[in-house]
């Protein structure tokens, strides 16, 4: 891959403001400072942990205002007006303040811009949907790095993209292959501009609905990376996708199932017979080669295998790496054998859809562990997939009260426990596993974790470092 291109001098280019010392914005700063840029960092908080890292980050040439909210007193207080505006996925892009700035004539963006911009040279494979993406990404990365090719991930999950391009980008620095990037809907709202070379659409189902409005408006957030993609691969098994393939001019179908049992209009790439992923001319590898559990992970694995042909991958090579793939955090991951009893933690299941595929994938009886900030949506599927897989369930955090009337109003027929948090849902589950005989006891929250953690990975580690400590 060519070198980094040469940056311009700093004083030919725009004032930027970056709103928010989280990981995404202190990268968005890095980057655009290293790029030459002038930079205001905002942060409404304070505090001394802020305070040292304002100082490291003054050092760096970037100006740090702490204590400075988003509104429109912070920018009229600035003594440059900036030319852009970057705000992170977390800040609603319909915020009135970034409405205010757009309407006074400066650009309102996205984190993910910077990065893009910086990576004009490097192809993307963009990875978007409800659920699966976060798996898909990571099969991707590990698909494309056992082949000997420089493919790190980046975005939502990993390192922000914008730190993955500032540490590319020194001097002496090899430019990647690819960089193999999970979207998630509101990265994907705030960055129109994103092109990937490849785009993924695993899975839609309603899902971040208090941000979006509406599925319509979440669906067509996410299909406008597809249609900006130069080849777009879908998941023919997703009900959402499938009734509206016939949408599409061009896009490139996978399914888990049986090539017979798609309907008409829809010619796959890959699908699943007689125990091989097949395309039109044969088969292609094992369908077994991925040990994860679960249907949805057939669909995860073919999704990945259809990008690897693209780059050029070997079946073989292919079906090799998946039988080394480990599994994803936090995605089902299965963390011991204690006493005849397997424990799963699933903390990446953030919604009732993800939390019933996990119920799916995995045999019963199971402890169920869920709870935490609690979202829009149907729960219907998942507890009735409760009444069937779950023994008993422990309830914890926020959404304990809510989940407790949801159960008693489907009749859910097992044991229902309430705890404060983890340190005293763990316990709980190990002794209602063993009084019900289960054999496993599964995290899998069907909430958002933002009432107790900062994300779902600190959800996912707490809980792993309570089972590990039994």
Request: aromatic share 6%; net charge negative; glycine share 8%.
């Amino acid at each position: 891959m060519s070198a980094a291109p040469a940056q311009p001098a700093r004083s030919r280019l725009a004032p930027v403001a970056v709103v928010g010392m989280g990981r995404s914005g202190v990268g968005a700063a890095r980057l655009l400072r290293s790029r030459g840029h002038a930079v205001i960092l905002l942060e409404s908080r304070g505090g001394e942990a802020l305070e040292q890292q304002a100082a490291d980050l003054r050092a760096e040439g970037i100006d740090v205002r702490l204590h400075a909210p988003l509104a429109t007193e912070t920018f009229a207080r600035l003594e440059t007006t900036p030319a852009v505006v970057i705000v992170s996925p977390g800040i609603r892009w319909d915020h009135p303040v970034l409405d205010q700035l757009r309407a006074s004539g400066i650009a309102v963006q996205g984190e993910m811009a910077p990065a893009w911009e910086a990576t004009a040279d490097v192809p993307w494979i963009g990875i978007t949907g409800t659920n699966g993406k976060t798996t898909v990404t990571h099969l991707v990365h590990h698909l494309l790095s056992a082949a000997g090719l420089d493919a790190p991930l980046c975005g939502n999950v990993g390192h922000s993209a914008a730190e993955l391009a500032l540490a590319r980008q020194g001097a002496g620095q090899r430019r990647p292959d690819w960089l193999v990037v999970e979207l998630s809907s509101y990265q994907i709202e705030q960055s129109p501009e994103l092109a990937p070379a490849i785009g993924v659409w695993t899975t839609l189902t309603p899902d971040h609905l208090e941000r979006h409005g509406s599925v319509d408006s979440y669906r067509a957030i996410k299909r406008r990376l597809l249609e900006n993609s130069q080849l777009r691969i879908l998941n023919a098994d997703d009900a959402d996708l499938r009734a509206r393939a016939a949408s599409w001019d061009h896009a490139t179908w996978i399914s888990a199932g049986p090539r017979s049992a798609l309907p008409a209009g829809i010619e796959p790439l890959l699908w699943i017979e007689e125990g091989w992923v097949r395309d039109r001319n044969g088969p292609l590898l094992a369908a077994d080669a991925l040990a994860m559990p679960g249907a949805h992970n057939r669909q995860n694995m073919l999704m990945a295998v259809a990008v690897g042909l693209q780059a050029a991958l070997e079946p073989q090579a292919m079906e090799a790496a998946l039988r080394r793939f480990p599994g994803v955090p936090h995605r089902l991951e299965r963390i011991r054998d204690w006493h005849g009893i397997t424990w799963y933690n699933d903390s990446k299941a953030t919604n009732y859809e993800a939390a019933e595929v996990a119920l799916q994938a995995l045999e019963g009886p199971l402890v169920v562990l869920a709870g935490g900030q609690s979202k829009v949506g149907d729960a219907s599927a998942w507890l009735a997939q409760l009444q069937r897989q779950a023994a008993a369930v422990v309830l914890y955090g926020a959404a304990r009260e809510e989940f407790t009337a949801l159960l008693a109003g489907s009749g859910y027929g097992g044991e229902v426990r309430q705890t404060e948090g983890l340190d005293e849902a763990v316990p709980t589950a190990l002794k209602l596993a063993r009084q019900a005989g289960c054999s496993g006891v599964l995290l899998s929250p069907a909430c958002a974790s933002f009432d107790q953690y900062s994300d779902f990975e600190a959800r996912g580690d707490h809980f792993r470092r309570l089972v590990l400590a039994l």
